[in-house]
């Protein structure tokens, strides 16, 4: 459901790759900032690549720059984003972390990850209730989505069209020529 997307570095120049991670530690950044240690570990590609696609679309609000030491890289400074669409991209990233964790708990009784969703829950519901309309949206679709799944549904494009609307309501940033 979530946690699929994974950077193609063989592909991409140097350059590429040092944007590609400053995005990548942004969003790390702001995961810490808004939601701790707990929010770090939920650091996903998906969210990343999330934050890099708005921050293109807008280009013409530019992120901010900021340099930092860090658990997994403590020998020298990186350089990271800061930006609006990098913490909303971290938002999203807890939302969709704490419903996967919830969803890994109904469909395979995981306790740890029943844990790690209760160490998130109080900041989905700060998310949720911020992006209300995003999270009815998220919630109606994982809904269908699980009954699909109960019921063994073989439609692939039943079950890929609820994760499409949860991808529509995460993707859209603002209401605006980008929607």
Same mark, same amino acid.
């Given at each position: 459901m979530f946690g699929y997307i994974i950077p193609n570095?063989?592909?991409?120049?140097?350059k590429e790759f040092k944007h590609y991670h400053e995005f990548y530690c942004g969003l790390c950044q702001s995961l810490k900032k808004y939601a701790g240690l707990r929010g770090q570990i939920s650091l996903t590609y998906d969210m990343t690549?999330?934050?890099?696609? /708005?921050? &293109?679309?807008?280009?013409?609000e530019p992120a901010d720059m900021s340099e930092c030491r860090c658990v997994a890289h403590?020998?020298?400074k990186h350089r990271y984003v800061i930006s609006k669409y990098i913490d909303y991209a971290?938002?999203?990233?807890?939302?969709?972390?704490?419903?996967?964790c919830m969803d890994d708990w109904n469909d395979e009784k995981k306790f740890l990850k029943v844990v790690y969703g209760k160490l998130l829950k109080k900041k989905e519901k700060s998310i949720?209730?911020?992006?209300?309309?995003?999270?009815?949206?998220?919630?109606?679709? /994982?809904? &269908?989505l699980y009954m699909a799944e109960k019921a063994q549904s073989q439609d692939l494009d039943e079950v890929s069209g609820y994760f499409g609307k949860i991808c529509e309501a995460i993707?859209?940033?603002?209401?605006?020529?980008?929607?």
């Open positions: 570095y063989d592909e991409l120049k140097v690549f999330l934050g890099l696609l /708005l921050s &293109s679309l807008y280009e013409d403590p020998k020298k971290a938002d999203m990233n807890v939302l969709m972390t704490y419903y996967k949720a209730l911020r992006y209300e309309e995003k999270t009815n949206i998220i919630l109606e679709n /994982l809904a &269908s993707f859209e940033y603002k209401n605006d020529e980008w929607s």
